[in-house]
């Protein structure tokens, strides 16, 4: 072919012009044109719009909380707050091989560690949106017409599309299930810390019950000595017969106390035989007194600051608003134009002996205008959305933690004021105690002064034993609030961090 045109002189020049383009072609070049040249009117137009930027992470705004209300209740510096095996305090060998029963047996444990590797093969399969894919196929197709003999096809092809991340938007998600990795870590720990302190608990409420249960028994064979004392005394018309009735009842109802606590002590020694992954009844609990076993631990101390960076439902539930703020980055992103790029080759043959004689070849490089999508538009939204709910787990978990550490303080404070009244008081019984006895040689009082005085005695004790329990399971508690055996975590970017799974060394 060829075309005619004028200079600036207006002279007409014949030129001729390899031109590969029909009328036809050149007028649908010419609408691919217009087509391209409003379309990228509207780009322009939604771009001033919309905001590709991914959001910068920043913590959550909380109340502020400079120092706790209890500060009498510490009595160890915030440097020695926390340490590794923090319930060897407790000074039981039992008790620490208890917890490392607990720790390899317990399925909740199992659970929360099969999680953390879920999350960390999830960190591959989120980075593989960014490798392409490979498919090949071979096939044989079989055709027969009437008339016709049977005719045969082989096919061999392959394919390869690749959505190449020109923007970062599958690394976005990445650091998103970085962060989601973290955060499961850190739920194992939260679970980590509750295991312990249920198991210490559960063991100190059984060495509890078996020193209940001891006094208990000493008591209602001191009231059976009792009872045949007033049946003396009765048979002898020193006193009436209701008072013997009345010894009677007190000793059904010792008996029946006295069962309860056995009763009491079965079910917590099934309850810690789960705990550490045995079945309940099969494992059993040498008995015990838990003022002889176990001694009272200094009680652990921690700035609040130190609070958030510390205890592990706090870290899980920051990293979480973290992954809400790079899946806001990613769905942002996903706005952005996408090159893809698709790859085929393959072969096909009537005989197999010919099938990679020849072969075919295509490529296709596509672009993708993803924020024209509505879909895409409202998934920002909805991320948007997604990470105030983030955000507002974050304060009311950081609230509800401020709140569980200064209930444990307020608890321990008062329990060992407390304990320094029963100690005045079971001492003081003491004293009377012994003078009882002494009178009751003189024939200055009776024996049922005696007897009285030993049950307040005895109530005392118990009251005593009590209090040592409860601040016991408190101490635990305020290890577990303050994020007991873990250091401080910073949550930043999970953008460079190698995933690595929870280990029990790890844990100690």
């Known amino acids: 072919m060829h075309s005619v045109w004028r200079d600036q002189r207006g002279s007409s020049r ?5 031109c590969l383009l029909t009328p036809s072609v050149a007028r649908a070049a010419r609408a691919t044109l217009r087509r391209c040249l409003l379309t990228g009117a509207c780009l322009l137009a939604l771009g001033g719009c919309a905001d590709f930027r991914p959001p910068v992470y920043q913590r959550p705004e909380t109340p502020a909380k400079p120092d706790w209300s209890r500060q009498g209740s510490i009595t160890v510096s915030p440097a020695d707050t926390i340490v590794p095996n923090w319930w060897q305090a407790f000074g039981d060998t039992y008790l620490d091989g208890l917890v490392d029963k607990a720790i390899a047996g317990n399925y909740d444990i199992k659970v929360l560690a099969a999680r953390i590797k879920v999350a960390g093969a999830q960190i591959a399969e989120v980075r593989a949106g960014a490798l392409p894919v490979f498919d090949v ?4 197709s079989f055709d027969k017409s009437t008339g016709q003999s049977l005719s045969r096809t082989y096919n061999l092809g392959t394919q390869v599309n690749w959505d190449i991340d020109i923007w970062g938007k599958v690394e976005k998600g990445v650091q998103a299930q970085k962060a989601e990795f973290n955060a499961t870590e850190a739920d194992w720990r939260a679970g980590y810390l509750t295991l312990v302190s249920a198991v210490s608990t559960t063991y100190f409420q059984i060495l509890q019950l078996d020193e209940q249960a001891e006094q208990q028994a000493q008591t209602l064979a001191r009231n059976k000595d009792i009872l045949a004392t007033y049946r003396a005394m009765f048979q002898n018309g020193l006193i009436p017969q209701v008072r013997v009735m009345q010894q009677q009842a007190e000793i059904n109802r010792l008996t029946k106390d006295l069962l309860e606590l ?19 009844g099969v494992f059993k609990v040498p008995s015990g007194r838990l003022q002889e076993r176990v001694q009272l631990p200094p009680v652990p101390a921690g700035l609040p600051s130190q609070l958030l960076s510390r205890r592990p439902d706090i870290v899980a539930a920051e990293y979480r608003v973290l992954e809400s703020y790079d899946l806001v980055g990613q769905a942002r992103l996903a706005q952005l134009p996408s090159l893809s790029l698709t790859g085929r080759g393959g072969t096909s043959s009537f005989a197999l002996t010919d099938l990679l004689k020849s072969f075919t070849f295509g490529f296709m490089p596509s672009i993708n205008l993803p924020m024209l999508d509505p879909g895409v538009r409202a998934r920002v939204k909805t991320s948007e959305a997604q990470t105030k709910v983030a955000e507002s787990e974050y304060g009311r978990t950081v609230i509800t933690a401020f709140e569980e550490v200064e209930n444990a303080l307020v608890n321990v404070e008062a329990h060992k004021k407390q304990r320094v009244e029963l100690q005045q008081q079971v001492a003081q019984l003491r004293v009377v105690s012994a003078q009882i006895e002494a009178q ?11 007897f009285e005085t030993e049950r307040s005695l005895l109530s005392a004790q118990l009251d005593l034993l009590a209090n040592h329990q409860q601040i016991l399971a408190d101490t635990v508690t305020l290890y577990k609030a303050l994020g ?23 844990a100690k």
């Open 262 to 280: 056995r009763r009491g002590r079965d079910i917590s020694e099934n309850a810690l035989g789960t705990l550490v992954g045995v079945p309940a």
């Open 14 to 18: 014949e030129t001729i012009v390899p």
């Open 440 to 450: 009751l040689k003189e024939g200055v009082v009776s024996q049922l002064d005696v």
């Open 484 to 506: 007991g055996g873990w250091p401080s975590v910073d949550v930043a970017n999970a953008a460079k961090e190698v995933p690595r799974q929870v280990s029990q060394q790890d």
């Open 137 to 140: 196929g071979a096939g044989v």
